[in-house]
């Protein structure tokens, strides 16, 4: 927020930056073939829902368009900080189909004017130990982080750092470790 | 592409950005009076008068969670406070503030700190056990929304033409007593009326007009956080709810003394006067119904439809 706007108190909501998820495929062939992470076919778009009639329709449009190919329909979830998590399940091998339901959401709640609500997308990974990652894009930032959660809401650190220099070439990556949030509990992971 | 349903309160700008002008124009007219009043101590009072406001600014975190007995608290410590704000701020694309509770029970939240990068949102005991998550989100996100518009710093410039004139008032009070038989200065012809005089009535015209007009930016900016938090939760009736339950119960307990309700409305002129008008003039927050009023726009604002949203199934690929 610039000077002029702060003294006149005039705020603009922080506009969603989408491009950098159609990324996400090539990053996930850099895990599989460096670091053995195999996607989950799980991911999920996180929201704030916005009262009214107009974000109602949005979100049964949404749901109704990915509801509409063959495989498993999107489930909706909302967490305990009131946040709604869109869960798509598409084939492991298919990550491209994955991205391009997350984008279409994204696309959709944006179109409505809703974009400010968007909170962050994630995608899952897996590898053979059963170790989980996901990877959150923050959509303010227009960046990616890794997120490795262990039992007990702790996370390792040592993975998620591996994981930064792996898929640095291939995401803009959240360069400010205080925001790499933890989303513990998240549908998806 | 990206379409919004932030409607831009042109009105509001309006109104904030003349009051700040007429802050200005004070401010320049108590230096010209300076100058011409007593040229010898005018820079003198100028200077320690800035200084007391920078401090007021600078150390406005320290003082403030002083005065109001707050501790820090750590994320391990309130979990679910420092969850709220995180994604607060994420969403919004902003630092992360600290965060303080204070320990009363009087339900209030606070926001405060130099700078977005030096701020510390303080919440009450009082304010965590009365509002739901969801109208304390509402509440925080409206804090979130001074921190951003650095409300703190606009305030202490607002109001530094007062702090000054506050200052002249009593040093002029000094005068009064001590330095009526002053021979130094511009005392050489006798015709004039003496400078402490001028400068005590200078100071007390700026001080009204300089209070009254904080006030209403005050209540102005209170406005504009309003609108922003409610804009960043995308529920403004949360916000709405969270008000009404704070200014409900701030409002039911009474401060006139049962006994001296009923007496002193004989010596009124009119019992219609109660003194809202006047109090709406002079207090910092505007009006539950006029804050309410506004998230009910924001309500509207964010129900309407947008025409050429949808993309259609085939967009989607």
């Not at chain 1, 946040?83 to 990550?95: A, C, E, M, N, Y």
């Not at chain 2, 409300?151 to 009070?173: C, E, H, K, N, Y």
Request: aromatic share 8%; charged share 15%; with cysteine.
């Amino acid at each position: 927020m610039g000077f002029w706007d702060a003294l006149t108190g005039r705020t603009k909501p922080i506009a969603a930056n989408l491009d950098a998820l159609f990324a996400l495929p090539s990053a996930s062939i850099t895990l599989q073939t460096a670091a053995g992470f195999e996607p989950t076919g799980v991911g999920s778009v996180c929201y704030r829902e916005a009262e009214g009639a107009a974000f109602a329709q949005t979100q049964t449009d949404i749901v109704a368009l990915l509801d509409a190919d063959e495989g498993p329909d999107v489930e909706r979830t909302t967490d305990s900080f009131g946040f709604t998590w869109l869960v798509s399940r598409q084939d492991p091998s298919d990550i491209s189909a994955l991205v391009t339901d997350l984008h279409a959401v994204n696309t959709t709640l944006e179109a409505q004017g809703f974009g400010p609500g968007l909170l962050c997308s994630l995608v899952g990974f897996v590898d053979a130990s059963g170790r989980r990652l996901g990877l959150v894009y923050l959509y303010k930032q227009g960046t990616f982080y890794p997120f490795a959660p262990q039992s007990g809401q702790r996370r390792d650190n040592l993975l998620e750092i591996q994981v930064r220099d792996l898929v640095k070439g291939d995401l803009p990556v959240e360069a400010q470790l205080s925001r790499w949030m933890p989303v513990w509990g998240a549908p998806g992971l | 592409m990206s379409s919004t349903r932030f409607i831009r309160d042109t009105g509001l700008t309006a109104r904030m950005t003349l009051v700040m002008f007429l802050l200005g124009a004070v401010f320049v007219g108590l230096v010209v009076a300076l100058m011409y009043a007593m040229p010898g101590y005018a820079v003198l009072i100028g200077v320690i008068g800035l200084g007391v406001a920078w401090a007021q600014w600078y150390f406005s975190d320290t003082v403030a969670l002083k005065a109001m007995r707050a501790r820090e608290v750590t994320p391990e410590e309130a979990p679910e406070l420092h969850g709220v704000i995180d994604r607060l701020c994420t969403m919004a694309d902003m630092p992360k503030p600290r965060v303080a509770i204070a320990y009363t029970d009087m339900p209030n939240a606070f926001a405060t700190g130099r700078s977005p990068q030096r701020s510390v949102v303080c919440v009450t005991t009082g304010i965590l056990d009365r509002l739901t998550a969801e109208e304390m989100e509402g509440v925080l996100a409206h804090e979130l929304s001074h921190v951003a518009h650095r409300d703190v710093l606009v305030m202490t410039l607002a109001s530094s033409a007062g702090i000054i004139a506050g200052m002249l008032t009593r040093s002029a009070q000094y005068g009064m007593f001590f330095g009526g038989g002053d021979r130094r200065g511009n005392n050489n012809d006798n015709s004039g009326p003496p400078f402490w005089l001028v400068a005590l009535l200078i100071s007390l015209v700026v001080y009204a007009i300089s209070f009254v007009l904080t006030r209403m930016l005050s209540r102005y900016r209170e406005l504009c956080a309003d609108r922003s938090g409610a804009f960043l939760t995308q529920k403004p009736s949360a916000l709405a709810s969270a008000l009404t339950k704070i200014s409900g119960e701030i409002a039911t307990i009474p401060t006139k003394d049962l006994r001296s309700a009923q007496t002193m409305n004989a010596f009124f002129i009119a019992p219609a006067l109660n003194g809202q008008s006047l109090a709406s003039v002079f207090s910092t927050h505007p009006p539950l119904a006029q804050r309410l009023e506004q998230l009910a726009r924001v309500s509207a604002e964010l129900g309407r439809p947008l025409d050429g949203g949808f993309p259609g199934p085939g967009l989607g690929r």
